[in-house]
């Protein structure tokens, strides 16, 4: 008879040593019962719980070419740890005149033969069961210790001699300005070329690719979140990424996730993932069509009306008019005497509200002080347990983040001179709107967001290169009533959350009568 060997092996712990054994105690029996072997097939590294596996999905190929007899195994678990797989492919083996053979389990061909291997079947997959079940426990417990639990290190990590997960002090900082980059604007293709010009690589050893960095920009390791399975530890791992960057990023990936059109639309939509609708909030999204005569027509449409739904009230608009209306407003900040005087009047004004945010981080600071200085008192008196230092270490750790947050609080609330902002802003009067390009760079550099109405336009305005993101709850809320001149552009600058924005008012043509062509 002609036989063929079957060996295997589940797991990279395991080696090419247990193969040798098997083909050798296989072979062994081969001779023993005059069996010609005609080839091997051999998995290394897979589980038999599935039937996912190369050489034995060829080795059920081949029986249909009625080669050999019989496969030989060094136990039945070689062959599967599956029950239905099991019987499954040794009806489909059986079906080619091939039997399936254990060259260390004796198992007679009558009818107990049949119940014999039925129960060495069901304990292998119960073997496998168990211990899936003894590992999960043992990788579980090693999680509640933030151990690590095997797979790929993210980039930024290293793993000490007690399996903790420690700061790659190489490859962190790469790791926290990709982040910044991303946050400043910087598209994840831009990111990805430029760690690999760093020679830094993914989790895997490979190069950075798109996937690879939108993997690590959304992984919660980098603010220290340790997780397995259901076990979450909060500050399990030391963080590379302050947790409200982290927050930050993670809203502009769904931003530029939601909108789709820039990757799409053929000619490029200027102020797409910067223009809103003050309705719903929701982006306005760029949209083509043709017209009655055949001519294309572009739009600006909310997002909540896509496809046609019809979920808000906001106007679709044309695209050639409404990026016009809007720059040429932008265009005036630098253009006109009078608006740059009124934009310098206004960052004088901003800067003069009290920075809000310090003092109430210096309160806090206070009373952390005071606990610190309490519990110093309580230990000074004999009163010292574990959780008296546990107590302390918590209020330390406070003590340095609220001292660090009040320090860049003080550093963004660097003062700017009147003169200073017209200066900065007289050096764009030649930059002018004539191409693509210099209209990128006025946006990029002006615009933080545009909200749309049916009939009036927002458009918010970078004032620093900290300028915080502009919701919809700010437009809403936005201040008219600015107790400062502001020349000729007196009712159409507001006040924005810590910024400010100029406000359009139009009456929409209607782009499909003579009259409306004239208006436009």
Request: aromatic letters at 10%; hydrophobic letters at 35%.
């Amino acid at each position: 008879m002609k036989a063929v060997i079957y060996a295997r092996y589940s797991s990279d712990n395991q080696r090419e040593e247990s193969i040798e054994g098997q083909l050798r105690e296989c072979t062994a029996y081969a001779e023993k019962n005059g069996f010609t072997v005609l080839r091997h097939y051999i998995d290394r590294a897979f589980s038999a719980k599935t039937d996912n596996r190369p050489e034995f999905q060829n080795m059920i190929k081949d029986s249909n070419k009625k080669l050999f007899d019989v496969v030989i195994v060094w136990k039945l678990d070689r062959f599967s740890r599956n029950r239905y797989d099991s019987a499954r492919y040794k009806a489909a083996l059986k079906k080619n005149g091939v039997k399936v053979i254990s060259a260390t389990e004796v198992i007679s061909t009558g009818a107990e033969g049949i119940i014999l291997e039925s129960v060495l079947e069901g304990y292998a997959e119960y073997y496998s069961a168990d211990l899936s079940e003894k590992v999960i426990r043992g990788m579980t417990e090693n999680a509640l210790k933030c151990k690590y639990n095997g797979g790929h290190v993210p980039t930024g990590y290293i793993v000490d001699n007690e399996q903790h997960f420690q700061i790659d002090v190489t490859t962190a900082p790469f790791v926290l300005e990709a982040f910044q980059r991303y946050d400043k604007g910087e598209n994840i293709t831009s990111i990805a070329k430029w760690l690999n010009s760093q020679g830094i690589v993914n989790k895997t050893g490979g190069e950075f690719s798109y996937e690879s960095v939108k993997r690590m920009l959304k992984n919660r390791r980098y603010i220290g979140e340790f997780k397995f399975r259901e076990t979450i530890i909060a500050d399990g791992i030391p963080p590379i990424v302050p947790k409200d960057l982290f927050d930050n990023v993670q809203i502009k990936l769904h931003k530029n996730y939601k909108a789709a059109a820039r990757g799409k639309a053929t000619e490029e939509f200027l102020f797409t993932t910067k223009i809103f609708c003050s309705y719903c909030g929701e982006y306005l999204c760029g949209e083509s069509g043709k017209s009655h005569t055949g001519q294309i027509l572009k739009y600006y449409k909310c997002a909540s009306n896509k496809k046609g739904r019809k979920k808000c009230p906001s106007k679709t608009l044309r695209k050639e008019w409404l990026e016009n209306i809007i720059l040429d407003e932008i265009s005036k900040i630098i253009e006109t005497d009078s608006m740059i005087e009124a934009v310098a009047s206004m960052v004088m004004y901003i800067q003069s509200q009290e920075n809000s945010k310090i003092p109430l981080l210096e309160r806090q600071l206070k009373e952390v002080d005071k606990s610190i200085n309490n519990l110093l008192d309580a230990i000074q008196m004999g009163i010292f347990t574990k959780s008296t230092k546990t107590r302390l270490d918590d209020l330390e750790k406070s003590k340095e983040e609220l001292e660090v947050l009040i320090q860049n609080e003080s550093l963004l609330n660097k003062r700017l001179s009147y003169q200073q902002v017209v200066d900065w802003l007289l050096k764009f009067r030649n930059i002018g709107i004539n191409n693509e390009e210099s209209k990128k760079a006025l946006i990029n550099i002006f615009v933080n967001s545009i909200y749309v109405y049916n009939e009036k336009i927002i458009i918010n305005i970078n004032y620093c290169d900290y300028s915080m993101s502009v919701e919809l709850s700010d437009v809403q809320n936005m201040k008219t009533d600015i107790p400062i001149h502001l020349g000729v552009i007196d009712s159409k600058i507001v006040q924005i959350g810590e910024g400010f924005a100029f406000v359009i008012d139009y009456i929409y043509p209607n782009f499909n009568s003579k009259k409306g062509k004239q208006r436009a």
